[in-house]
Structure formats: C-alpha cells, structure tokens
C-alpha cells in the first residue's frame, strides 16, 4: 500500500503470499501473480532487494548479539 500497488493485495493472499515468501519472488513469479505491469514488477523488485537486505542485515546482528551473550557466559561461569 504505501509503494501505492495495494490493487495487487487480494491476488497476493489468495495465493498465500505472506511476507517470507514475498522476499523470494521474482519477475516471473510477480507476473504470474497478475502483476502485469513492468514498471510495478520493477518497483517490487527493488523495495523486495532492499527488504531482503535489511533481513539479512538483521539476521546478522543478532547472530553477532547471541555469539556476545555466549562469551559474556562463558566469562562469568570461568569467573
């Protein structure tokens, strides 16, 4: 709704298109989903990469915040 392509929304969960799987579309799979045009397939696929990126840049903190939590442990129970 807020890329203004809210028209695509009813296909979209018809098909069960939730968020994680949302990230793994691609053009083809966009088209086949009804979004016909290509300027809007190109919109969804750049705000896609860019969601995708922010999940993996997530991801990666908080694997980083858990590996800090484990040695801060692993200190204390040395202490």
Request: charged share 40%.
């Amino acid at each position: 709704e807020s890329l203004n392509l809210e028209q695509y929304v009813e296909e979209f969960s018809a098909h069960g298109v939730d968020g994680p799987r949302l990230l793994h579309l691609d053009g083809a799979k966009l088209k086949a989903l009804g979004v016909g045009s290509a300027q809007d397939r190109a919109v969804l696929k750049r705000k896609l990469k860019e969601l995708s990126l922010a999940v993996e840049k997530e991801r990666k903190a908080q694997e980083k915040a858990e590996k800090q939590r484990e040695k801060q442990k692993k200190k204390d129970q040395e202490q």
